[in-house]
């Protein structure tokens, strides 16, 4: 499937500073005028007030109108989405991820980060993952799929689309989870040598928290012979990595009871012995299926390490300032579990709170403690997530690694 562009929408005088140092997003605000007949998803082209070409996107309804994808004409077709895809795909190949024996799950497509606004596709194994949050996008599918099967030949198994909640809530379009081609073989992905089940037909994104792995490899060297608290801990990814670095016992806690099944089954997979908290005597795992603010309420308990990975807290900018309050109450929890010389790695996935708000939480929280504490590291998300340099809004994760005194 082809969509040609045709319409065209210009911009307010002034407006095309954006589009000229390259930043996708074109809002309602912007636009003058439109030309031709123009539905959600088409392409259309971009130009100024003068009429001169600025992009070529996909037009929505909405803040964002328009999700520049090239800034150079071009005939938008299959051959022009698997250019973009085989781009991907080279970067993933020199980054050692794709084609590697040992890590057979990464972000394959990271919207904006790739070019491809709205669009994230995630390689699992042989499955591709597809998760559309534009209609543009969702209606190239068909072109997507096709490409993949090019790139990937006998390596791609399956093509799932899972979109159904990621689609525009007030468009008439809709999406409906399934497979798109061909049939999984396995759900099994290894991760720098570690095995986990992925569920990404009901699982939480795609399935699995890709951009945490460098941080999961990271806590790893903080691990040995440490006392570890995973909260928000969905498969159980840092979990796995402490315990194969020898963590002296790992709790793992989150308020799903369906993710802390996701943990104890990978905790097997990989060799150690889930157990649950009624279970007599000591462990070197144990689950709690239960909210990390309850945990931390009702326990006494101190550990070398904390991990907190809560899920966004805030997702809109009318949320900021209670997303704030809220990481602050976090941190400020957590610091209180924490053995003097011990390590707190904390992270925030919510886009519209930035790295200095962020920090200026922790901080907080560190006052509130009265401990001293000290930054070892700031923490992004991985290669597999490019953040365009044009594109400041596609640095999302956030984290900071604290020695705590």
């Known amino acids: 499937m082809s969509l040609k562009p045709g319409p065209v929408i210009k911009l307010n005088p002034g407006k095309e500073q954006s589009p000229l140092r390259f930043h996708p997003w074109v809002f309602s605000g912007a636009i003058k005028s439109k030309t031709g007949e123009i539905s959600e998803g088409d392409v259309v082209e ?18 964002i109108a328009v999700r520049i994808f090239a800034f150079k004409k071009a005939d938008i077709d299959l051959k022009f989405w698997k250019n973009k895809l085989v781009r991907a795909y080279n970067m993933r190949k020199k980054l050692g991820l794709a084609e590697n024996p040992e890590t057979n799950v990464y972000r394959l497509v990271f919207a904006e980060g790739d070019g491809m606004p709205g669009l994230i596709i995630d390689f699992y194994n042989g499955t591709a993952v597809i998760q559309t949050h534009s209609i543009g996008m969702h209606l190239i599918k068909p072109d997507l799929v096709l490409a993949l099967q090019e790139i990937y030949g006998n390596q791609l198994k399956a093509v799932y689309d899972k979109s159904e909640e990621s689609m525009p809530k007030l468009s008439n379009i809709k999406s409906t989870n399934g497979l798109l081609w061909g049939n999984t073989e396995t759900n099994e992905v290894m991760e720098n040598g570690h095995r986990f089940h992925i569920d990404w037909e009901t699982g939480q ?40 670095a020898g963590a002296k016992e790992v709790h793992s806690v989150d308020s799903s009871k369906k993710a802390m099944e996701l943990t104890d089954r990978n905790v ?36 070398d390490v904390i991990v907190l990975d809560p899920p966004a807290f805030a997702k809109h900018q009318s949320a900021k300032h209670n997303a704030v309050k809220g990481y602050t109450k976090l941190n400020a ?10 390590f707190l790695f904390t992270y925030s996935c919510s886009q519209v709170v930035d790295r200095q ?12 403690s009265g401990r001293s504490v000290r930054v070892l590291h700031q923490l992004s998300q991985p290669a597999d997530h490019p953040r365009s340099i044009f594109h400041p809004e596609g640095e999302y994760l956030k984290g900071l690694v604290l020695y705590i005194e």
């Open 46 to 63: 971009v130009q100024d007030s003068r009429g001169v070409f600025l992009g070529m996107g996909h037009y929505q309804e909405g803040t």
């Open 205 to 244: 994104k795609t399935g699995f928290f890709i951009d945490q792995r460098d941080s999961r490899e990271l806590l790893a060297k903080y691990s040995k012979d440490k006392v570890v608290l995973n909260t928000f801990c969905y498969t159980g990814g840092f979990s796995i990595y402490a315990l194969a």
């Open 268 to 303: 097997l997979l990989n060799g150690f012995s889930p157990v649950v908290e009624s279970a007599a005597g000591t462990a070197n795992h144990i689950s709690f299926a239960e909210d990390t603010f309850n945990f931390f309420h009702g326990k006494e308990m101190k550990y």
């Open 333 to 342: 929890e957590a610091l209180k579990h924490i053995k003097p010389g011990g």
């Open 357 to 368: 708000l962020f920090l200026g939480a922790v901080m907080a929280a560190s006052i509130e």
